[in-house]
């Protein structure tokens, strides 16, 4: 077979890339393998030990595709300093769509594998710090505003917001029945009314868990 | 080789268990392979073979021993009725000393592959279920004592609390440095705090992330 024209390349690589994406959304990392992408495509292995020679090859290939699909998936408006933002910013991680949840199973998938090489650990930890440090920001508005007590923390509040959302990522994606996409975002909204203070136009505080928004 | 007395037996068996808690420990599920555990125990993969004639057997023990582990525990006194005993709960589940680490750590991994199959999937959820059933009569309590509002949703703050934890082990899993044991405590008392209403006698609400215990 003469090789492929430079247009078919790069259709044939969108090609593998959906098809590498679709193995992760249904099986993980764990069930990342040659043999099921080119079961997904319908070409033979050795078509595709062209594109990933090594194992190592396709989980880096996995791994980069999904930073990148992360990076460019729609993100909602960032409305108005604050909590606001710091709202947007979580509910742009939650699964509340189809695309949200595959992407959120792949990351999760993921941790196995970084949790087992050093390399991969910094990587993931460093992701983190900057998911903190995007947040942070918003917190310290929040706080200027009013919104927040004086004596918060927001390195420490940044933290438990990015732990409330990615421990109800897994709880959502292992019975989204319990936790469909109203319940989640009522929860996000109580666990930040939970962190403000009362608003000054004398709203009183909600309830945890009683489904109120204050801002 | 004659087979080994029973007493040899059950001592084999431990350390074949052993072998397999220290593989999952240090390379998650994903590096879970009859000849890892082998290599552990310093033993040839056939003689594994008759323990584990497949690779299911093999996850099949890995998950017992995980559920058997973590059911089998040291754990905290449950001192009083309400938040105090939801926070030991939730210290019980947090990687404070090197065996929890573990013990999370192989948790965490687990779940590449139990979204991979609905039956792990189903026993996942069910899983989650009963911690927050196991949670949840202790906010009704905490709310009867008047340590939450009246409005508080019980059934809602049990699921905000797995999840706050369980976010928080997967950032401290990885970045074990930015996460020390007081570090974890603190931003647990602080989630607590959030959610309780100021204290009877008049101690003042105290601010998010500045480290107060209220409780």
Redesign the interface.
């Known amino acids: 077979m003469p090789p492929p024209a430079p247009g078919d390349r790069e259709a044939r690589r969108k090609d593998v890339s959906e098809a590498v994406w679709h193995v992760l959304a249904?099986?993980?990392?764990?069930?990342l393998t040659l043999r099921a992408v080119a079961a997904a495509m319908g070409v033979s292995t050795g078509m595709l030990m062209h594109y990933f020679p090594t194992k190592r090859a396709l989980i880096t290939h996995a791994l980069d595709l999904l930073e990148k699909r992360t990076a460019e998936r729609p993100r909602r408006a960032r409305p108005a300093a604050g909590l606001a933002t710091v709202r947007a910013i979580l509910l742009d991680i939650l699964p509340l769509a189809p695309d949200d949840t595959a992407r959120n199973?792949i990351w999760?998938?993921s941790?196995?594998?970084?949790?087992?090489d050093d390399g991969l650990?910094t990587e993931?930890?460093d992701r983190?710090?900057r998911l903190r440090s995007a947040i942070r920001p918003h917190l310290d508005a929040a706080r200027d505003l009013g919104e927040?007590?004086?004596?918060?923390?927001?390195?420490?509040?940044a933290?438990?917001a990015?732990?409330?959302?990615?421990?109800?990522?897994?709880?959502a994606?292992?019975?989204p029945g319990?936790?469909p996409q109203d319940?989640q975002i009522?929860?996000l909204d109580?666990?930040l009314a939970?962190?403000a203070l009362p608003r000054p136009d004398g709203g009183s505080r909600?309830?945890?868990?009683?489904?109120a928004r204050s801002y």
Chains 1, 2 share one sequence.
């Open positions: 249904d099986k993980g990392f764990g069930g199973r999760v998938s941790w196995d594998l970084s949790l087992a650990t993931q930890a983190y710090t927040l007590p004086a004596a918060a923390d927001p390195d420490q509040l933290a438990a990015v732990a409330f959302t990615h421990g109800l990522v897994v709880q994606l292992f019975d319990r936790f319940v009522t929860m109580d666990f939970s962190t909600p309830a945890p868990g009683a489904g």
